[in-house]
């Protein structure tokens, strides 16, 4: 078992920036993939941006050039650089630790994007 633990999320201006941090109770060096999806209320979740055990990432269209996805294995944590952000980047965004028998998901952060 491993406990996610996302913090970073808040109320920010259009334009702006957020760093959202997924800290693990374990390590993470197990998990072949890391990523942040999100959320919003009557959608779908979607993948925002992931990252594998050997650095590569992949990101949604909408986000790419705007955000940036990192791991620090040694301090078990995954973080999403925000940049740009925008109104609809409102959602609740998870974290996930993923490899072909063990699938965990943390509780969420709000991040909402509002004048």
């Known amino acids: 078992q491993v406990q996610l633990v996302e913090s970073g999320g808040g109320l920010v201006q259009p334009g702006g920036s957020l760093r959202l941090s997924c800290a693990a109770s374990?390590?993470?060096?197990?998990?072949?993939?890391m990523g942040w999806y999100r959320q919003d209320p009557g959608k779908e979740r979607e993948l925002v941006a992931r990252?594998?055990?050997?650095?590569?990432?992949n990101y949604a269209d909408s986000v790419k050039g705007r955000f940036t996805i990192s791991r620090d294995n040694a301090k078990k944590t995954v973080y999403l650089q925000m940049n740009r952000l925008k109104p609809e980047d409102t959602a609740v965004y998870y974290c996930?630790?993923?490899?072909?028998?063990?699938?965990?998901w943390g509780q969420g952060t709000q991040v909402t994007v509002s004048s």
């Open positions: 990252i594998t055990i050997l650095g590569s990432t």
């Open positions: 374990r390590t993470i060096f197990s998990f072949n993939v």
């Open positions: 996930n630790a993923y490899t072909s028998s063990e699938d965990y």
